[in-house]
């Protein structure tokens, strides 16, 4: 079994910075892609930032410069800093793990409100 655990959303308002945490455990194995989802409000679950092939890191555009992705190994984690978050940042975020077969987070919220 593979658990993964997204922890850090909240409310904030327009300008505001917000760090996103996802924990994989159980059995974990040469993960291959590791990353972040988010589905805003009446909306489909669209790509915000992961790692691939181990190394490579990808933005979307409607993020990057913006938004950090990191990872630590040794503890199966990874993190999205969110900066100058926007009222169109507000969504559900989704943590991915991809090992064969591809895991998913129960989401945490994000609302960016004034």
């Known amino acids: 079994q593979v658990r993964v655990v997204e922890s850090g959303g909240g409310l904030v308002q327009p300008g505001e910075s917000l760090r996103l945490s996802c924990a994989a455990s159980?059995?974990?194995?040469?993960?291959?892609?590791m990353g972040w989802y988010r589905q805003p409000p009446e909306k489909e679950r669209e790509f915000v930032a992961g790692?691939?092939?181990?190394?490579?890191?990808k933005y979307a555009d409607s993020v990057a410069g913006r938004f950090t992705i990191s990872r630590d190994n040794a503890k199966n984690t990874v993190y999205l800093q969110m900066n100058s978050l926007q009222p169109e940042d507000t969504a559900v975020y989704y943590c991915?793990?991809?090992?064969?077969?591809?895991?998913w987070g129960q989401g945490t919220l994000v609302t960016v409100s004034s």
């Open positions: 991915m793990v991809k090992m064969g077969y591809t895991y």
């Open positions: 790692f691939t092939g181990g190394r490579i890191t």
């Open positions: 159980g059995r974990i194995s040469n993960i291959d892609t």
